[in-house]
């Protein structure tokens, strides 16, 4: 059983940034990868970054490639998401998510944090 915990959402104007966190508890977390989806309202919920359970690959997904760091602290059990230079379309919710994959087969979910960024 893993439990995740996000926190940091919150309301930024464009071009500004914000860091997100996932608390992540659990016998096997250490032992899996993580990644954060989003889901704007009216679209399907998407991947946007993943890490995996050693922290040696990572996945973007195009929209925020070169704006978003995803890392993880392995003494805290603890994912971050450094997003910069954000974007109106990046309004969202943000999930944090838990897989034995890197992009897929996630689920263990975080109950989700807003993000709002205003133009």
């Known amino acids: 059983q893993v439990q995740l915990v996000e926190s940091g959402g919150g309301l930024v104007q464009a071009g500004g940034s914000l860091r997100l966190a996932c608390a992540a508890s659990g016998r096997t977390v250490s032992s899996r990868a993580l990644g954060w989806f989003r889901q704007a309202p009216g679209k399907e919920r998407e991947l946007a970054t993943a890490?995996?359970?050693?922290?040696?690959?990572?996945y973007y997904a195009d929209s925020v490639k070169g704006r978003f760091t995803i890392s993880r602290d392995y003494a805290k059990n603890t994912m971050y998401l450094q997003m910069n230079s954000l974007k109106p379309e990046d309004t969202a919710v943000y999930y944090c998510?838990?897989?034995?994959?890197?992009?897929?087969?996630?689920?263990?979910w975080g109950q989700g944090t807003q993000v709002t960024v205003s133009s």
């Open positions: 890490i995996s359970w050693d922290g040696y690959m990572t």
């Open positions: 998510a838990s897989s034995t994959y890197l992009k897929t087969g996630y689920d263990y």
